[in-house]
């Protein structure tokens, strides 16, 4: 449901051109999808560059992470709003996610790059693209973070509470 599939084929392509590139995968996977992975013809060429982290709650632990990435990738097949585009913003990560469910009511292509779902062409073409436009990179992650600073969950109850008082008054 996430797009693992398709982001071990972008690793597999992008490889030719990044050779140091290196996939972390968080969150958790079955062992019976974990053995699917395995078997993918792909698997050989890429092993060495996907580390599986496991489920990292939120924290200092999982910043480290964002931190210490290029890109966050979410090539989700469905979605409401994932926490993890706000937990990006916070460190200036650029996003590359999917356009489905009610991430576009929240985020605009002027904060991240959208993909289509289940196509790892897209996910290549999209790190591609930030990587070979620093400016378009860099607009999106600043836009990214004012929108969340904007809309924190302090600032978004502020604000509630602001229009609560004026229809009291």
Not at 44 to 67: A, M, R, S, W, Y
Not at 153 to 162: D, G, P
């Amino acid at each position: 449901e996430k797009g693992i599939i398709e982001l071990l084929e972008a690793i597999f392509f992008l490889k030719k051109d990044i050779k140091n590139i290196e996939l972390l995968i968080v969150g958790s996977v079955s062992d019976k999808f974990m053995d699917h992975i395995k078997d993918l013809k792909i698997w050989e060429h890429i092993n060495q560059n996907v580390k599986f982290l496991g489920f990292i709650k939120f924290g200092l632990p999982l910043i480290d992470v964002f931190k210490n990435s290029d890109f966050m990738v979410l090539p989700t097949y469905s979605e409401g709003f994932p926490h993890v585009i706000w937990e990006s913003a916070v460190v200036s990560l650029p996003v590359i996610v999917s356009d489905v469910g009610g991430i576009k009511g929240l985020v605009n292509d002027k904060e991240v790059k959208f993909i289509s779902p289940y196509s790892s062409l897209d996910i290549v073409n999209a790190v591609k693209f930030l990587i070979n436009n620093e400016d378009e990179r860099l607009m999106r992650t600043k836009n990214l973070k004012e929108k969340f600073i904007n809309y924190s969950l302090e600032k978004s109850s502020l604000l509630m509470y602001e229009e609560i008082n004026k229809k009291i008054k």
